[in-house]
Each structure stands twice: as C-alpha cells, then as structure tokens.
C-alpha cells in the first residue's frame, strides 16, 4: 500500500508540472510581443495561492505521508511566479496595478493561512484548516476548463481544447486522487477527484466533436484550457503549439 501510495505520488508529480508548464506558450508569445495583448494575469496569480497552500498543506508538522504533495506544489510555486512577474513587467499600467493588487491579496491570504496554522492551531485542528483552504482552491483551478466546455458544446468543435491538456488533466486529478484515497486523505482526495471527473468530460467532448476540430464557426475570442481559475483568450495558432 505504502509503495502505491509513493508511486502514484511520483506519478502526480509528473502529470501536474506538464500542466504547470503548459502556459509556456503564452509566455513565449508574451515575453516576444512585449504585451500581455488581452490575456488575464488572474489565473496565474490564483494557481499561485492553490500552489503555495496546497505545499504548506503537505509539510509534515501540517499533515503526515504527503512530502510529494509539497514537493510538486513547491515547483508549481516557482513557476506560476516567474509566470506572474512576466505578466507585469508586460502589462499596460492599468492591469498591472490591477494583478499587483490581487498578487498582494493572495500573500496576505497565504500568510494568514500559514501564520493562523502555526500559531493558533495544533495537530487535527491544524491539518484541518490547511486542509480546506488547500481543496477551497485546488477545486477553483480544476474548474477553471468549464468554460472551455462550454465553447466545445456551443460551437460542436474541439478546435481550442488541445487533446492532451485534456489527458494531463484527467491523468493528474486521477493520480492524485488515488493517491489521496491511498492516503486516506479527503483534503487530497476530494479536490482531485473533482478533477478526474471533469478531465473524463473533457476526454469525452474531445472524442464526440473530434471530427469537427477546425471546421465549426469558431467564436470572435474563445477561451483557452490552461490551469488557472479564469479564463485567457488565445489565437488558433498558439492553440495548435500545443
């Protein structure tokens, strides 16, 4: 059991940082067009709080047996930073203030979190308040394709939902899932379980509306599946690099 246990921990680690690095993309574009254009910084900044919570969750002195829970969300941390502060130095003056502001809700929130856990609480109680707060926003980040469905079903093409983003997020929330039953963990478990079933939704658009990819009317701006709890608007060819 231990062993499963480890196993689908280390396979969760994987599947979770190809979703984290899937924004590269829009980075890229960024980075080379010195404009953030009209994408949202706000999904990045909200995955950093789900990151920075969810690898304060898995520390041993907040919750024991899950090391890789933090060692993935430490990464993911490190990486929707870098994506954050791209984001500013490239966005006009009004977003910028805007994503510094939230960036600065989001610490507060973390620190909160974390200084309320290591102050107030102890044992059970502890691992409980981190608990919620972690699966609070692991769950807003998994919901974050249900607009991207909604793009699918409404123009009956899978023109922006990439086949494997789909997959990484099915095979992410499953690992984890199990991992957290495994566990015997429902701050683990629940959230990722909520996870697995959208990405099999995901997998089964793509499979009904796989035929149509490219030939539907395709809307003025649709939204992209990235990991983060928003949406961010993107053009027919950043979707195909994926």
């Known amino acids: 059991m231990d062993v499963l246990h480890f196993l689908f921990g280390v396979f969760g680690n994987a599947t979770a940082l190809f979703l984290f690095l899937a924004p590269t993309i829009t ?21 950093l709080l789900n990151c920075l919570l969810s690898a304060w969750y898995g520390l041993p002195f907040v919750s024991k047996n899950n090391i890789l829970v933090s060692t993935i969300n430490g990464a993911g941390s490190v990486i929707e930073t870098i994506y954050v502060v791209v984001f500013i130095i490239y966005a006009a003056k009004k977003e910028k203030g805007k994503i510094l502001g939230l960036l600065t809700l989001v610490l507060a929130i973390f620190t909160g979190v974390a200084l309320v856990s290591l102050c107030a609480l102890h044992g059970n109680a502890r691992k409980l308040f981190c608990g919620c707060a972690a699966a609070i926003f692991s769950i807003i980040m998994y919901g974050s394709p249900l607009s991207i469905m909604r793009t699918v079903i409404k123009t009956k093409s899978v023109e922006y939902m ?20 495994l566990g015997r963990d429902p701050f683990v478990a629940v959230p990722n379980g909520v996870g697995c079933g959208l990405g099999a939704i995901q997998l089964i658009l793509y499979f009904i509306y796989r035929d149509n990819k490219g030939e539907a009317k395709k809307p003025i701006s649709a939204p992209s599946l990235e990991m983060g709890p928003g949406k961010n608007h993107q053009e027919k060819q950043l979707v195909e690099q994926v």
């Not at 960024?30 to 995955?47: A, D, H, L, N």
């Not at 990439?162 to 039953?181: H, I």
Request: with cysteine.
């Open 162 to 181: 990439p086949f494997f983003l789909s997959l990484f997020v099915f095979l992410c929330g499953t690992s984890w899932f199990v991992y957290g039953l």
């Open 27 to 47: 980075f890229k574009r960024i980075i080379r067009s010195k404009s953030t254009e009209q994408f949202s910084g706000i999904p990045y900044v909200m995955t």
